[in-house]
């Protein structure tokens, strides 16, 4: 494969596949090196590229299995100290202190959720990850992780419910 059809087949993949990226390992500079030695493993390879018929699947597959092992390496660590809501932030009016104050307790609630909770929790409900994705990177079976998200959605509400009870009665 020619420069100029390497390009053609490939590179119009590029956001999608930063998007990809980003979404596993939350972090844009990150997400765009692996994009960067996704395209070099495939440039690599660009002999045994011609018998691909679907350069956009085998693009993202790439991306995906490396987002997987960089997560599986422990080289590469993600901040469970706090999740980001920011999907849920911008719902909100910035002047809803109610509303604000309310994703504030939600975030602190989940950072006190143990760590595979939290970050089943993130993947699956803030990045919208799937079921498969969550296994293969944490390494849990599906049943596994239904249940670890079962049970830190029902501590959130738990929780959050008790906190709003208690500003009620304070009112």
Known sequence: MDTESFKREFLPYHRKLYCVAYRLLENAADAEDLVQEAYLKLWDKREGLSV???PEAFSVTLVKNMCFDLLRSGKY???RQSVE???AQDVFQPDNLEAREGVRQIKDIIAHLPEQQ?????MRDIKGCSYE???QVTGLNSINVR???SRARKKI???FNKWNNYESRRN
């Open 118 to 122: 939290q970050r089943i929790i993130n």
């Open 85 to 87: 809501l920011s999907a």
């Open 133 to 135: 994705e969550i296994e």
């Open 147 to 149: 249940v670890l998200l």
């Open 77 to 79: 660590v993600l901040s």
């Open 52 to 54: 691909i018929s679907n």
């Open 157 to 159: 509400r738990e929780e």
